[in-house]
T-cell receptor, first 113, second 112 residues
Framework: KAGVTQTPRYLIKTRGQQVTLSCSPISGHRSVSWYQQTPGQGLQFLFEYFSETQRNKGNFPGRFSGRQFSNSRSEMNVSTLELGDSALYLC????????????FGNGTRLTVT | DAKTTQPTSMDCAEGRAANLPCNHSTISGNEYVYWYRQIHSQGPQYIIHGLKNNETNEMASLIITEDRKSSTLILPHATLRDTAVYYCIVRGFQTGANNLFFGTGTRLTVIP
């Protein structure tokens, strides 16, 4: 079974631009969660989507948004990029019910210059 | 979700068992214990989880104390590829419980 796939693997953007990251979950998984990882703050939860609906949101500004499609694939968007948005963005999928564990992709490393 | 406490770092000789402790003294009855590890520049890898019974899979064993306030992840024969940061997480299974709190984890170094 293929794992969680994130594209692109690396991205360089300039302050003020916007960016869209993509995530393909494990087949059959209906929940997709996004996390931001930085050296200073560690892994922080952004939001979770289940059956195309956002059902949980972390403490990030509105510049961070996401969506999920009917095939469970998900995208996250960051608008008006700031230098502090440089991070590893991780996507995780799960069945979304019960104690089913999250499975993570290898992330997209975003660098904002 | 309850928070966890882990040692910042540990060393283990190659071929020996690595025992990684985790304290979760405020865990509630419906919360599971999960272990993940992260090798540099990769996403966290799921290892194992449990509620109150000991669990074993092809990667590791999880020992949870009877009062559920602490647990130990055991890698039976550590290899150099097990060098990573290991995270212990407690998580309920109610809707919206995918907001995981990772903490700083334990950096395990396997020494040749």
């Amino acid at each position: 079974k293929a794992g969680v796939t994130q594209t692109p693997r690396y991205l360089i953007k300039t302050r003020g631009q916007q960016v869209t990251l993509s995530c393909s979950p494990i087949s059959g998984h209906r929940s997709v969660s996004w996390y931001q990882q930085t050296p200073g703050q560690g892994l922080q939860f952004l939001f979770e989507y289940f059956s195309e609906t956002q059902r949980n949101k972390g403490n990030f500004p509105g510049r961070f948004s996401g969506r999920q499609f009917s095939n469970s694939r998900s995208e996250m968007n960051v608008s008006t990029l700031e230098l502090g948005d440089s991070a590893l963005y991780l996507c995780a999928s799960s069945q979304g019910q019960g104690a089913s564990p999250l499975h993570f992709g290898n992330g997209t490393r975003l660098t904002v210059t | 979700d309850a928070k966890t406490t882990q040692p910042t770092s540990m060393d283990c000789a190659e071929g020996r068992a690595a025992n990684l402790p985790c304290n979760h003294s405020t865990i509630s009855g419906n919360e599971y214990v999960y272990w993940y590890r992260q090798i540099h520049s990769q996403g966290p890898q799921y290892i194992i989880h449990g509620l109150k019974n000991n669990e074993t899979n092809e990667m590791a064993s999880l020992i949870i104390t009877e009062d559920r306030k602490s647990s130990t992840l055991i890698l039976p024969h550590a290899t150099l590829r097990d060098t990573a940061v290991y995270y212990c997480i407690v998580r309920g299974f109610q809707t919206g419980a995918n907001n995981l709190f990772f903490g700083t984890g334990t950096r395990l170094t396997v020494i040749p």
